[in-house]
């Protein structure tokens, strides 16, 4: 079996930082892009940041120049450094991963971590 565990949530202030971890486990020959999305309450899941196997980055334009994303291969591990927060990245955050398994290729979700900005 393969998980994506997300840690690092919680409650931070408007400006504050927090960093998300998620760590792929299981039988994984290897992973390409990996990713974090956010879902908040009423709207829909949307891109907030994603990287290449190449270190190759992609992120929302509404995060740009506040959050990093990167990435440890030996870990099969992702991260999301996020500053300058705003009450408005509150959301679930969730990461997904393009990994090959035994199985073939495919995309693999973790259950998401919480993410609360106070105003």
């Known amino acids: 079996q393969v998980h994506m565990v997300e840690s690092g949530g919680g409650l931070v202030q408007a400006g504050g930082s927090l960093r998300l971890s998620c760590a792929a486990s299981g039988s994984i020959f290897s992973i390409n892009v990996m990713g974090w999305y956010r879902q908040a309450p009423g709207k829909q899941r949307e891109l907030v940041a994603a990287i290449a196997s190449d270190g190759t980055t992609n992120y929302a334009d509404s995060v740009k120049g506040r959050f990093t994303i990167s990435r440890d291969n030996p870990k099969n591990t992702v991260y999301l450094q996020m500053n300058s927060l705003k009450p408005e990245d509150t959301a679930v955050y969730y990461c997904?991963?393009?990994?090959?398994?035994?199985?073939?290729?495919?995309?693999?979700w973790g259950r998401g971590t919480q993410v609360t900005v106070s105003s």
């Open positions: 997904k991963g393009g990994l090959r398994v035994s199985g073939g290729l495919g995309d693999y």
